[in-house]
């Protein structure tokens, strides 16, 4: 949509920058200044709602994070809407694979973990992996869009979009989050990224963003861990975080998935060598 951004910028921009893209550390991913229209995003962040007391909005609190993120579509408002639906249409689907070289690339109508984000003074988003799977549809979640929506911010407030190595030995890029900046990147288990350090901005302002994922049915194999075909979000540790508070999830879900491999290579066995009734009671035992 024109009103939006121009079919031609965006032809420009991922034939200009589709190699950056692809080649750049620690994983693909790239940065865009002043990437839409200013005067649209301009409306979509006056829609833009508190989202700690609105109902259709969720509050993430724990040692690993304190922000809000809306639920669906229920939140956007008319340009907000408008907007993502631009971002979910054929257009922009064929802007991203040019720009990142992943094909059949499918939208998320339904926004699951994406829509409005904000993160407010004293919040942090620590270092993770995403989901891997769409916990409705099961396809591979593999690109992320954010959008900022910060005016006049500050640098000293913080609230810069790390990208960290693969083995979380030094954060390799900080992102600022400012107004009608894009960031995309890929999304496999082991594209970490987060906003670590406590928001210092005013208690009148907060850290607005956009969140659009991107999908295909199946991926790479080369992208695929042993014992993370499934996961939901994998937090990991910074040299100085409480790496036993932060990766307890990391750890129990290897567990969890050794264990049930197990389960299913024993299942399978019996199945070879026992009547099918039996094996349907302890199918009911095993998977209850």
Known sequence: MEQIISKNKLLKIAQNNKIK???????????????????????????????????????????????????????LGK????????????????????????????PDPSLAGGGFHEIKAGGFLKIHADFNLHPKFKLDRRLNLLLYLNENWED?????????????????????????????????????????????????????SIALYYYTNGRPKEEIIKDLEKHTTIFRARENDDKKITEKYFSKKIRKQKKRRTKERLVYFIKLIIPPVIVKVLNKLFYK
């Open 21 to 75: 893209y692809q080649s750049n550390t620690p994983f693909p991913n790239i940065y865009f200044e002043n990437f839409f229209k200013s005067g649209y995003i301009k409306n979509v962040l006056n829609e833009f709602p508190n989202l700690s007391t609105v109902k259709n909005s969720k509050k993430f609190n724990d040692s690993n994070q304190n922000k809000n993120a809306s639920i669906g579509e229920s939140l």
């Open 79 to 106: 340009y907000s809407k408008e907007l993502v639906h631009y971002l979910n249409s054929e257009p922009f689907l064929i802007f991203l694979s040019d720009l990142t070289g992943i094909q059949n690339l499918l």
């Open 156 to 208: 000293e407030w913080g609230g810069s979009f790390e990208l960290w190595d693969e083995k979380m030995n030094y954060c390799v890029k900080k992102i600022p989050p400012l107004f009608n900046s894009v960031a995309i990147f890929s999304t496999t288990s082991t594209s970490y990224h987060g906003h670590p350090e406590p928001l210092k901005c005013p208690k009148d302002r907060s850290r607005k």
